[in-house]
């Protein structure tokens, strides 16, 4: 049972509400903990150890403290933490003992005997320290080391109870970092291959709404704006606008997902300055509570000054066999299938064979509009 004072319970209060905000903001600044936790010990210095990447133990290299100088942790990073008789403790990554105090360990009438103390404790004004290790069977998240001056009492039972109150209050928040932290990264790796698309890409939520979007999709919004306002989207807070058309085009592919019947993944859309933009949709379909939902991803290129390559872009969405393309864009050129035929060598009916297939993949029922599609 803790046995702790009126000022303790207000001080651990205040330091579990940081915690508290910290985790649900995934910003956490140990430095600012570390501060809290000088008022709650009422100590002189703390020191923070944190995890190596695989959480396996600690990286010494990234080690900081709140007042003494970068200097005299380099030292013990670079020798003195050979010596320091807490060692094994206070970097074991096993789940025991996970707060303790320097006398837990060693003496401080032995301690006093060592090197250590003379020449490294005794420079920083260091004399007893509290321990607390952030570790559990999942993983290790660091250490934090509280220290006392000589001047000041040594450590004892209370400090060691308050500590073990908010020990899980300390470990939620560095597995809360952790987590965001990797979140956050995979964010900017994608966020990089997005910028990195020669084409515009833009992302939808389950509501239509943009998630993502690279700079390239960005400028290539701009001439679509231009288009009637009552055909647009404009989204608050995203510097981006859409053609309705689009919209209603995911929403058109998120209905047919449980259907047998394939819709068209594309379009051209012509705006009145004479740009010419390809769109392509990937309905990508999430798992969430058992509920599948739908993701769009829109792919944006600009073939405003490429227009004779716009058809045969639109061709390969269809998964038409080389010979059937060839057949596609000669038929969209006007010729008939005995022209088509002495073109490419084979009779006139394989090339009636291959207009019922590609009919049937595209959807398209009559020539003229293959043409259209094409053109």
């Given at each position: 049972m803790?046995?702790?004072?009126r000022n303790d319970l207000e001080e651990?209060?205040?330091f579990v509400n940081l915690c508290m905000t910290n985790i649900k903001t995934g910003n956490v600044d140990p430095k600012n903990l570390l501060t809290e936790m000088l008022k709650i010990f009422q100590s002189y210095d703390a020191e923070f150890f944190p995890s190596n990447q695989n959480l396996t133990g600690v990286d010494l290299s990234k080690s900081f403290t709140l007042k003494e100088g970068k200097a005299d942790l380099v030292k013990y990073v670079d020798h003195y933490w050979r010596y320091d008789p807490l060692y094994s403790a206070q970097f074991s990554t096993k789940p025991t003992n996970r707060v303790f105090k320097t006398d837990d360990v060693i003496s401080y009438s032995q301690l006093k005997k060592l090197d250590y103390y003379r020449e490294y404790l005794q420079s920083i004004n260091w004399f007893g320290e509290l321990v607390i290790r952030l570790c559990t069977d999942e993983g290790f998240w660091g250490t934090i080391s509280i220290s006392r001056s000589p001047k000041q009492p040594y450590f004892n039972h209370s400090d060691v109870q308050k500590a073990e109150f908010l020990l899980p209050y300390l470990i939620n928040t560095f597995e809360a970092t952790m987590f965001f932290s990797k979140i956050n990264g995979e964010r900017k790796a994608f966020e990089q291959w997005l910028e990195s698309?020669?084409?515009?890409?833009?992302?939808l939520d389950t509501k239509l709404q943009p998630v993502f979007y690279n700079n390239k999709a960005r400028q290539m919004s701009r001439p679509l704006s231009e288009i009637k306002s009552e055909s647009l989207i404009k989204y608050q807070d995203?510097?981006?606008?859409?053609?309705?058309s689009i919209a209603e085009d995911c929403q058109r592919l998120a209905d047919s997902r449980d259907s047998n019947h394939s819709l068209?993944?594309?379009r051209i859309i012509n705006t009145k300055n004479g740009d010419r933009y390809y769109i392509r949709y990937t309905l990508i379909n999430q798992l969430c509570q058992e509920i599948l939902l739908p993701y769009f991803i829109i792919h944006m290129n600009d073939l405003t000054n490429n227009t004779d390559e716009a058809g045969v872009i639109l061709l390969k969405n269809y998964g038409l066999s080389e010979q059937e393309e060839k057949i596609a864009q000669y038929t969209g050129q006007g010729l008939t299938n005995k022209e088509i035929g002495k073109k490419l060598g084979i009779s006139q009916f394989t090339v009636q064979s291959h207009l019922r297939n590609i009919f049937e993949k595209?959807?398209?029922k009559r020539r003229s509009q293959l043409a259209n599609?094409?053109?």
């Amino acid at each position: 049972m803790y046995n702790l004072s009126r000022n303790d319970l207000e001080e651990i209060l205040k330091f579990v509400n940081l915690c508290m905000t910290n985790i649900k903001t995934g910003n956490v600044d140990p430095k600012n903990l570390l501060t809290e936790m000088l008022k709650i010990f009422q100590s002189y210095d703390a020191e923070f150890f944190p995890s190596n990447q695989n959480l396996t133990g600690v990286d010494l290299s990234k080690s900081f403290t709140l007042k003494e100088g970068k200097a005299d942790l380099v030292k013990y990073v670079d020798h003195y933490w050979r010596y320091d008789p807490l060692y094994s403790a206070q970097f074991s990554t096993k789940p025991t003992n996970r707060v303790f105090k320097t006398d837990d360990v060693i003496s401080y009438s032995q301690l006093k005997k060592l090197d250590y103390y003379r020449e490294y404790l005794q420079s920083i004004n260091w004399f007893g320290e509290l321990v607390i290790r952030l570790c559990t069977d999942e993983g290790f998240w660091g250490t934090i080391s509280i220290s006392r001056s000589p001047k000041q009492p040594y450590f004892n039972h209370s400090d060691v109870q308050k500590a073990e109150f908010l020990l899980p209050y300390l470990i939620n928040t560095f597995e809360a970092t952790m987590f965001f932290s990797k979140i956050n990264g995979e964010r900017k790796a994608f966020e990089q291959w997005l910028e990195s698309r020669p084409e515009g890409i833009i992302l939808l939520d389950t509501k239509l709404q943009p998630v993502f979007y690279n700079n390239k999709a960005r400028q290539m919004s701009r001439p679509l704006s231009e288009i009637k306002s009552e055909s647009l989207i404009k989204y608050q807070d995203v510097d981006i606008t859409l053609p309705r058309s689009i919209a209603e085009d995911c929403q058109r592919l998120a209905d047919s997902r449980d259907s047998n019947h394939s819709l068209p993944n594309n379009r051209i859309i012509n705006t009145k300055n004479g740009d010419r933009y390809y769109i392509r949709y990937t309905l990508i379909n999430q798992l969430c509570q058992e509920i599948l939902l739908p993701y769009f991803i829109i792919h944006m290129n600009d073939l405003t000054n490429n227009t004779d390559e716009a058809g045969v872009i639109l061709l390969k969405n269809y998964g038409l066999s080389e010979q059937e393309e060839k057949i596609a864009q000669y038929t969209g050129q006007g010729l008939t299938n005995k022209e088509i035929g002495k073109k490419l060598g084979i009779s006139q009916f394989t090339v009636q064979s291959h207009l019922r297939n590609i009919f049937e993949k595209t959807g398209i029922k009559r020539r003229s509009q293959l043409a259209n599609l094409i053109k």
